[in-house]
């Protein structure tokens, strides 16, 4: 069992950043492709950006490409989303997941990678609210 706590959510203005973190127990997180997901009120949870276990790969949707960065460190058991130029429709709870998928990286995880469904574990969720 993999036990994940996302935080680092807020009330920011926009233009502004935000760094939210998923901290792991129970199992090392280096064996595990790592994803963020947001969901809007009265919409579906989408994908917002993975990352491969080795780190060698990120991916992106294309509304956060150029804006959002995510990375992780396996030695403390965390991966990152660091959110600059935000903006209202950021608006949404994230929520962090991880995937057991050790040795895929590059363009055949892509895929994978962007659904929710693939994914064994969820962190709680935390709230960014970006005003106008």
């Known amino acids: 069992q993999v036990q994940l706590v996302a935080s680092g959510g807020g009330l920011v203005q926009a233009g502004g950043s935000l760094r939210l973190s998923c901290a792991a127990s129970?199992?090392?997180?280096?064996?595990?492709?790592m994803g963020w997901f947001r969901q809007a009120p009265g919409k579906e949870r989408e994908f917002v950006a993975a990352?491969?276990?080795?780190?060698?790969?990120?991916y992106y949707a294309d509304s956060v490409k150029g804006r959002f960065t995510i990375s992780r460190d396996n030695a403390k058991n965390t991966v990152y989303l660091q959110m600059n130029s935000l903006k209202p429709q950021d608006t949404a709870v994230y929520y962090c997941?991880?995937?057991?998928?050790?040795?895929?990286?590059?363009?055949?995880?892509?895929?994978?990678?962007?659904?929710?469904?693939?994914?064994?574990?969820w962190g709680q969720g935390t709230q960014v609210t970006v005003s106008s």
């Open positions: 129970g199992r090392p997180l280096s064996n595990y492709a």
């Open positions: 997941a991880a995937d057991f998928r050790p040795f895929c990286s590059g363009d055949g995880c892509d895929d994978v990678l962007r659904r929710g469904d693939k994914y064994d574990y």
């Open positions: 990352i491969s276990w080795s780190a060698g790969s990120t």
